[in-house]
Nanobody, 124 residues
Framework: QVQLVESGGGLVQAGGSLRLSCAAS????????MGWFRQAPGKEREFVAA????????AYAESMKGRFAISRDNAKSTVYLQMNSLKPEDTAVYYC?????????????????WGQGTQVTVSS
């Protein structure tokens, strides 16, 4: 069992930056690949970024490439999402997920545990 708690969301102007954190507790954090997903009102949850257990491999949704960066600190059992050049269309609830595998997953069903989400609002 893994418990995930996201933080770092908030209100930011377009062009600004935020760094989200997801702290994990429970089983060995380094055993899990991690991912970030988001869900905007009236839309389905979508993939944002993912990172392998070691941090050596990452993947991003096309619209986030070059703007977002995922990283992890296994010693702190925490995964981060640095978001730069934010746009109003990035407004959503952002969720982190833990996948019981070492390799990256980009589909929601591949993840076994989810946090409660953190709201990101980007004003124009």
């Amino acid at each position: 069992q893994v418990q995930l708690v996201e933080s770092g969301g908030g209100l930011v102007q377009a062009g600004g930056s935020l760094r989200l954190s997801c702290a994990a507790s429970g089983r060995t954090f380094s055993s899990y690949a991690m991912g970030w997903f988001r869900q905007a009102p009236g839309k389905e949850r979508e993939f944002v970024a993912a990172i392998s257990w070691s941090g050596s491999n990452t993947a991003y949704a096309e619209s986030m490439k070059g703007r977002f960066a995922i990283s992890r600190d296994n010693a702190k059992s925490t995964v981060y999402l640095q978001m730069n050049s934010l746009k109003p269309e990035d407004t959503a609830v952002y969720y982190c997920g833990a996948r019981s595998a070492q390799a990256i997953g980009i589909m929601g069903y591949e993840y076994d545990y989810w946090g409660q989400g953190t709201q990101v609002t980007v004003s124009s």
